[in-house]
């Protein structure tokens, strides 16, 4: 971003900018258009409208440019994303394109070095601008096409040239190329989403790729089927999987570097189907792990029984709730919370999904009879302070790890169950005397994951008083709430932007540790834990509602009433 660029002086010299707002978000902008309007207040169509008064440059409106007329010879991602310039469209020896900042004379006469064709420009609104140049770029705009159009495609992203060692390659690594390219940016663009898991899917007249961001499918791309074996040939390259087996599942892990600083891994499940391999991805970002419990959603009083069962020196933290409902993030934030020099911690996982440092972590092995139970009997003789099983599954599992919350040790678990106290039911259900189930047991979170509302565009919706004393609200709530709708915008998906928890945090009372050595089902426990004023998924989603983090048609997709 070029500070100096006349665009900036202007508006600095006619006082809609100072130098104290360009030094204060300069850090915040990527582009001198976008430092102009985070400075001035001005919107990117206000902005390029001022830009036609004071330098006489054509406004043009990328909202109605089709992005497949551009001329595909002349895109080079390095060149359009370094100077933020998009070609248009080519009459003869002048080429037209679009920029957020006019005055860019240099990034111009780059342009034109590079096509060799005279350059005219016309202003566009940056928003607009960068919609498009990263729609141009994504793998998944654009890449519903036929095979010729893959190979065009892959020549396009692999313009640089090929180094000599390249040149070497066989045939068949060279028809791999579009494959590889296309694969990356697959990976690199459902990162980009914030997706959570990747599905490629096989059909008989058809291959789908869809992402799931923010708990909810969505369909990207559907490359040609004839591509279906050299994708899932590269995927299982990648996972160093075999790639000759086709008729048995697979599992394997992709690690993929971002940055010097940061890689992320993709845990890879493949599955035999009539029509092809349909393979799996799931995301797993390590940073999750370290955002701290604040961010997570709880509220406040849960937050305080979490971190209070976290400090007790025995006892057993179970966490339940369906799969993709953030079990292992809510498990994994306890750990590093008591991840210390002077605390011996060791986790038994199927799989390790998140690797934290300090943390001795197992991965389950059936094969070489390395299970759950197995695990938790060789932790017990390894002096541990904290142990955390990746679930419960059986009698044998559940038994020891009560044993070690009985002994002396912290132990931290799963299962999967509704809510809380059918959580307790369950292990009663599975042969684990109530004695044990009252005694060692200290803390249930039952949780679910929800689209929190995108704060840019979520609008108020009104309901009827009946309406919402139907879905739960108390008569006292009802003057001091503010629901909102999604809407939807370019910031977005349908109206929302990441996830919040919603949490029932319930600690095992005396009263509740009665109920449960007489025997008593799930709804006794649950009348239990609303006397002792612990918030069910249900009261816990609709304060998340009324505090305006997630709509009430969110709520009722994740919780029951």
Request: proline share 5%; with cysteine; aromatic share 6%.
């Amino acid at each position: 971003m070029d500070q100096n660029s006349p665009l900036l002086r202007k508006f600095m010299t006619l006082g809609r900018v100072t130098a104290e707002q360009v030094k204060s978000k300069q850090h915040d902008a990527h582009s001198v258009a976008e430092l102009i309007s985070l400075c001035s207040g001005m919107d990117g169509k206000a902005l390029a409208e001022q830009c036609l008064d004071l330098f006489r440059v054509p406004y043009f409106d990328l909202n109605d440019f089709d992005i497949e007329s551009i001329p595909k010879e002349l895109v080079k991602e390095k060149l359009i994303r370094q100077h933020h310039i998009l070609p248009l469209c080519k009459r003869g020896r002048k080429l037209y394109v679009a920029a957020s900042d006019p005055t860019d004379y240099g990034a111009l006469e780059n342009f034109e070095f590079s096509t060799g064709l005279q350059c005219e420009v016309v202003v566009v609104d940056y928003r607009q601008l960068e919609k498009k140049i990263d729609s141009l770029f994504d793998a998944t705009s654009g890449l519903n096409m036929n095979e010729d159009e893959f190979k065009e495609f892959s020549k396009l992203e692999t313009d640089d040239g090929p180094t000599s060692q390249q040149q070497q390659d066989d045939d068949k690594e060279k028809d791999d190329a579009p494959i590889i390219v296309y694969i990356n940016k697959i990976l690199m663009d459902a990162i980009k989403k914030g997706a959570s898991d990747l599905h490629f899917e096989p059909y008989e007249h058809k291959y789908r790729i869809r992402f799931r961001i923010d708990g909810i499918l969505h369909e990207m791309a559907s490359p040609p089927i004839t591509l279906s074996n050299r994708l899932s040939a590269r995927i299982k390259v990648m996972s160093r999987l075999d790639i000759a087996e086709k008729r048995k599942p697979q599992d394997g892990r992709i690690k993929l570097k971002i940055s010097d600083r940061k890689s992320i891994d993709f845990r890879v499940s493949t599955l035999p189907t009539m029509w092809g391999e349909k393979i799996v991805m799931r995301i797993l970002d390590s940073s999750s792990a370290m955002l701290g419990i604040d961010v997570l959603g709880y509220e406040p009083e849960q937050k305080q029984l979490y971190l209070d069962a976290l400090n007790q020196p025995q006892g057993m933290i179970l966490v339940t709730g369906p799969t993709g409902s953030g079990k292992t993030v809510s498990l994994y934030t306890g750990l590093n919370i008591l991840n210390k020099p002077e605390t011996n911690i060791s986790t038994a996982e199927d799989p390790v999904e998140i690797n934290l440092e300090g943390v001795n972590q197992v991965q389950i092995n059936p094969k070489a009879d390395m299970t759950f139970a197995n695990a938790l009997r060789a932790f017990l003789r390894q002096d541990p302070d904290v142990v955390m099983v990746g679930e419960i599954r059986d009698l044998e599992t559940a038994e020891i790890a009560i044993k070690a919350a009985q002994t002396g040790h912290l132990v931290l678990s799963t299962l999967h169950t509704n809510s809380a106290p059918e959580t307790l039911t369950r292990l009663l259900n599975m042969g684990v005397p109530a004695y044990n189930v009252a005694s060692s047991i200290s803390l249930i979170i039952a949780q679910r994951l929800a689209r929190r509302l995108c704060p840019k565009c979520k609008q108020p919706e009104t309901l009827p008083k009946e309406e919402l004393l139907k879905q739960g609200f108390k008569e006292s709530q009802l003057d001091k709430i503010t629901l909102y709708a999604p809407k939807g915008c370019d910031h977005c998906t349908d109206g929302y932007k990441g996830r919040v928890g919603i949490y029932e945090v319930m600690k095992i009372t005396p009263e509740i540790a009665q109920v449960i050595m007489r025997g008593g089902n799930s709804l006794e426990i649950a009348e239990m834990s609303l006397k002792a004023g612990f918030a069910n998924l249900r009261e816990s989603g609709l304060r998340k509602a009324a505090a305006g983090m997630s709509s009430l048609a969110e709520i009722n997709r994740v919780t029951s009433y």
